[in-house]
């Protein structure tokens, strides 16, 4: 009987999964920045939104085959794993990118949150129209880190491109006036755990 090398094939292990890890925050680097837990029973999820509205997030299968047929075994280098590795994480990673912008075009339609805009429409008021509609946290008087804003890369370089009037800076710091009232209401009015 030949030998095992458990630690061997744990390190490997961990090196390949590190990889994939690695390999999807690099190509789809939003993905990184969204909260995970580990939950190991149940259907779904119970979520909380703004208005204290409780919704049922059910469980999606993300499935792909990973074969490594025997003829392969001979000349399987390191490259090549990295390719099979690559080719499937690249799979789950966009199935990912998929389900999140389904589920974030679901919300936003449940609330109203949906401003229609072509890439040739993109404005610095149609930015503003959406600020008006999301709702924003702060930390003392700054916005709370963490917001992302996903566009395609043409739109991000259209983006890049705008500049504000000063009419659309004094809207842009109205509108985060506001914001910060009703963060510091909900903020006030928010039930704490006994």
């Known amino acids: ?9 744990s390190r490997r292990h961990e090196r390949l999964i590190n990889l994939a890890q690695d390999i999807s925050q690099h190509n789809h680097p939003i993905l990184p920045e969204l909260a995970r837990r580990t939950q190991h029973e149940g259907e779904g999820v119970l979520m909380n939104d703004i208005d204290n ?11 792909a085959e990973f074969t490594i047929r025997a003829d392969e075994l001979p000349g399987l280098t390191n490259d090549k794993w990295v390719t099979k590795l690559r080719e499937l994480t690249d799979h789950f990673a966009s199935e990912q990118m998929k389900l999140l912008l389904r589920r974030v075009e679901e919300s936003t339609q449940k ?3 949906v401003i229609k805009s072509s890439e040739a429409d993109i404005s610095v008021d149609a ?11 702060f930390e003392g008087n700054d916005l709370s880190p963490g917001y992302s804003f996903l566009t395609s ?15 659309q800076e004094e809207r842009h710091k109205a509108i985060l006036a506001r914001q910060r009232i009703e963060w ?11």
């Open 1 to 9: 009987m030949l030998p095992d090398f458990p630690s061997l094939k």
């Open 53 to 63: 509205d409780v919704a049922m997030s059910e469980y999606e299968l993300f499935q």
């Open 111 to 113: 609330t109203g949150n």
């Open 127 to 137: 930015i503003l129209d959406m600020l008006e509609r999301v709702t924003l946290d």
């Open 153 to 167: 890369p043409e739109q991000g370089k259209r983006l890049a491109q705008l500049e504000p009037t000063p009419e």
């Open 184 to 194: 510091r209401l909900r903020e006030a009015n928010r039930k704490l755990v006994d």
